[in-house]
């Protein structure tokens, strides 16, 4: 996946997307699917015509990752602040402004907004809501996005659990289905005994999504461990398979972690060019 300093796409059929702020994939011309996060507070929003720029030189669609709080240090990164700023219409500026900036951009637009809500870790305020709380909060983010934007895509991206089902907010409000799929070479071995494969995490959670009847997206994927782990998910993940009919991508996260992995794992790099262990 490697060649010298610049990174290729994994082997395979399926349509293949990054999550690259560094630019590793810049040059592959297999990459169709351009993947960007921003919050929607303390943003500067003119960067999205300049991503738009970019992807149109590549030929490459826009996934647009909205993550509802602000990345920097804030009293305002808690559920409940976040919770009545959408209930009351505090936030419904920010949505638009970024809306408004997606209704006018040349590439195809999706939209993920407040993804893997059904996620208990921590890790994000709009996660392990009430499900009527959280539905209602994401459909009333879509709607007004589709006002400014009314050909976008949106994506509902849980990442899989069991629990998933509670927080799905009607075939309306979601074009595609986007899963979140990471294999940790040491997590696996702590916590499983064995090496676990991509099909034996992701399965499960395909399983879960095409009941829908919807397109299924892997939208955040990583995986790091030892040279013959790496090598069999590679040689894996863009491989079109029977028991995935709906799947139509995946999408690599080319970035290292930004949130702990529970019980001292830290911050796996998921980057390419780091992703092999000695």
Known sequence: MSIGSVQAAPP?????????????????????????????????????????????????????????????????????????????????????????????????????????????????????????????????????CRASAPNINVMWSPLGYENMDDYYPGDDYADLIGLSVFGLQAWDQYKFGHDQTFDEIFAPRYERAAKYGKPVVVAELGYVGKEPYVKNWENSVRQVKEQYPSLVGVVYFNYPEVYPWPEGFGLPDWRVKNQILK
């Open 12 to 144: 395979g059929e399926l349509p293949f997307g990054v999550y690259d702020p560094d630019g590793d994939f810049a040059s592959d011309g297999e990459v169709v699917i351009e993947e960007l996060f921003l919050p929607w507070e303390d943003v500067y929003l003119q960067a999205l015509y300049d991503a738009d720029e970019y992807a149109q030189e590549r030929n490459r669609s826009l996934l647009v990752t909205v993550e509802p709080w602000t990345w920097s240090r804030s009293e305002r990164n808690t559920a409940r602040y976040l919770q009545q700023g959408i209930e009351n219409g505090t936030y419904d500026p920010n949505m638009k402004a970024i809306c408004d900036i997606l209704g006018t951009l040349k590439s195809p637009v999706t939209l993920r907004w407040a993804h893997e809500m059904e996620d208990k870790s921590g890790q994000f305020i709009w996660a392990d809501w009430n499900p009527e709380t959280y539905i209602s909060a994401y459909r009333h983010m879509i709607d007004l």
